[in-house]
């Protein structure tokens, strides 16, 4: 039988700019644009791959959602997009608050 997959979690539709900054300080940071959310995961949209259980920084430009992650897949998407699922390690800040933001400009 064939088990059926389920995020345990509703995801958020938001998009908002980030930045995901490798541990290693001397790589610049990469923009990308998160297109949903959760209290545990992100999904980001960036021109560079990322390799599975990199970690990084993710730091949102409007906000103050700050968070350490572990990429858990990245898959092209086409010319230089990448869809990069990040697992949330530890986070500060909320995500409520910058949906809340984009829905009030909506």
């Known amino acids: 039988m064939e088990a059926i ?6 995801r958020i539709p938001l998009k908002v700019r980030v930045d995901l900054c490798n541990l290693d300080v001397r790589q610049p940071a990469q923009e990308g644009l998160t297109e949903n959310v959760s209290t545990h995961g992100v999904r980001v949209v960036s021109s560079n ?3 599975r259980n ?5 730091w949102c430009m409007p906000g103050d ?6 990429v858990v897949y990245c ?3 086409g010319l230089n997009s990448f869809a ?3 697992q ?15 829905l009030s400009m909506a």
Do not use: D
């Open 5 to 10: 997959a389920r995020r345990l979690e509703e």
């Open 49 to 51: 791959p990322w390799k």
């Open 54 to 58: 990199e970690r990084l920084n993710l």
């Open 65 to 70: 959602f700050r968070a350490r992650a572990r």
């Open 75 to 77: 898959e092209p998407l």
């Open 84 to 86: 990069i699922g990040l």
């Open 88 to 102: 949330l390690l530890a986070s500060a800040g909320e995500w409520k608050k910058l949906l809340n933001e984009a």
